[in-house]
């Protein structure tokens, strides 16, 4: 892999010009990316490189809590920030660092809303208040997305533009806890529109789409679970809300399964071990050993389910391979 100091060097000496070393790395690591033996082209966490990312990032993560423990006025956040911009051309612009990226993406949106006043303001008692400041951060986020082309800036500014859409609903929001459904389904139609541009995984479409998945993972999850878990319809009394819990958990599995993305089942984990709480309480299993019990049976399963992924998917929704579903996603080959 080529190292963004080299091209910096050829740049310096007339090789090629400053404005084609970002593009040109890029393309250069999308094609080794590429010529990977199958096997090894599974999600990539590729926001860190080495070890080297992880110790600037921890040097980000120092200045920035030192600085947000001050005691500043409203025009020092601002400054703050500023020189956080500053510090984002050198090692998100020209080191493309993406993991320290990330560090100073988020203090930096710490701070503007520091400056804006954004902790003052209670946001169900006043959503109107809070709107301003939610656009502002979704924009610099926004900006730095433009900026800098880092696909985790999607998730910033989706999560301050979801606050807002939520916060809107006041009293109906904790009346109707689907709302956090419809939400996450719309960041997860977003998301499946970045996969479907790079069905391969190997362009900046995915990274895009992996952060929205996160985003839009729990919404989804939450809204249904805790409507199944505190709805007095008679129906769903009727059918069992612990077999629903189950139910839902596994139609979420195979969704995840069908789109391959292994990052949308931790945010399910949690509601499918309570699930299994319920369904194992009243068993004849001792309560003494049900948390144990229940753990190693979870455990085993992600062993089993991550093992197996990609044979598992292969095997489901070979079906579909022909279907306008197969567009969307990756090949249903198993690996």
């Not at 740049?11 to 250069?28: C, D, K, N, R, W």
């Not at 082209?41 to 030192?66: H, P, Y």
């Not at 069905?199 to 479409?205: D, E, G, N």
């Not at 144990?292 to 391979?321: A, E």
Request: proline fraction near 4%.
């Amino acid at each position: 892999m080529i190292k963004p100091e080299i091209l910096q060097r050829a740049a310096s000496q007339g090789l090629i010009t400053p404005e084609q070393a970002g593009p040109l790395l890029e393309f250069i690591n999308r094609h080794q990316d590429a010529d990977l033996p199958a096997g090894q082209d599974e999600e990539q966490l590729k926001f860190v490189r080495n070890f080297g990312d992880i110790f600037i990032t921890i040097g980000v993560a120092f200045v920035a809590m030192s600085i947000a423990t001050m005691h500043l006025e409203n025009w020092q956040w601002w400054l703050a920030a500023g020189c956080f911009v500053a510090l984002a051309e050198w090692l998100v612009r020209q080191r493309r660092l993406a993991l320290p990226g990330m560090a100073i993406l988020l203090s930096i949106m710490y701070f503007v809303a520091q400056g804006a006043g954004l902790p003052d303001i209670d946001l169900f008692a006043d959503p109107y208040s809070s709107t301003p400041s939610l656009l502002l951060l979704a924009g610099c986020a926004g900006a730095f997305y433009w900026r800098y082309g880092m696909p985790f800036s999607l998730l910033p500014m989706a999560l301050c533009l979801v606050t807002i859409a939520l916060i809107g609903l006041g009293e109906e929001l904790l009346e109707h806890q689907w709302l956090f459904t419809l939400t996450g389904l719309v960041v997860f139609t977003v998301a499946m529109t970045f996969d479907s541009k790079d069905r391969q995984r190997q362009l900046r479409w995915s990274d895009c789409g992996f952060w929205l998945h996160l985003l839009a993972s729990p919404l989804i999850v939450h809204g249904i679970m805790t409507t199944l878990i505190f709805s007095d319809t008679p129906l769903l009394n009727a059918l069992g809300n612990e077999i629903l819990l189950i139910s839902f958990f596994i139609v979420f599995m195979l969704i995840a399964l069908l789109v391959d993305r292994r990052a949308m089942l931790v945010s399910s984990s949690s509601y499918g071990i309570y699930a299994m709480f319920i369904l194992l309480e009243n068993s004849t299993v001792s309560a003494e050993n049900l948390p144990l019990i229940v753990f190693i049976g979870f455990g085993l399963f992600i062993i089993f389910f991550g093992t197996f992924w990609y044979r598992l998917r292969s095997i489901i929704f070979r079906p579909l391979v022909h279907t306008a579903i197969a567009r969307l996603v990756p090949d249903f080959n198993g690996k």
